[in-house]
């Protein structure tokens, strides 16, 4: 099982990313998915997440109206859409997956009990 995030990069406030966390080794629509972010000297927090039998989605309330989480079955890959983007948004983003429980606030509150995590990919907002 490996997860590989990407799309991260340096972007002014107000700009947009797209992130997105390639599945490899199981079926991405089995499992919830979640967008977790790091920033520096501050814990992990849940960003989004997204169901696995109806997709049913959860954000954050710092996410709320400006990202947008989707799934392509095809490309076995979950995408994180972030739009008007604030210097706040600045963190390691990361997607991990859970094989259980279905996408809720209880994914993005207790973060550490997800199953696999990938590595991040580093966002940046700044003019």
């Known amino acids: 099982v490996q997860l590989q995030a990407s799309g991260g990069g340096l972007v002014q406030p107000g700009g947009s990313l797209k992130l997105s966390c390639r599945a490899s080794g199981f079926a991405s629509d089995y499992w919830t998915i979640g967008w977790f972010r790091q920033a520096p000297g501050k814990e992990r927090e849940g960003v989004s997440c997204i169901s696995a039998n109806d997709d049913s989605t959860y954000y954050a309330e710092s996410a709320k109206g400006r990202f947008t989480i989707a799934r392509d079955n095809a490309k076995n890959t979950v995408y994180l859409q972030m739009n008007d983007l604030k210097p706040e948004d600045t963190a390691v983003y990361y997607c991990?997956?859970?094989?259980?429980?279905?996408?809720?606030?209880?994914?993005?509150?207790?973060?550490?009990?997800?199953?696999?995590w990938g590595k991040g990919t580093q966002v940046t907002v700044s003019s």
């Open positions: 991990a997956t859970d094989f259980e429980k279905p996408c809720s606030s209880t994914i993005l509150q207790y973060y550490y009990q997800m199953d696999y």
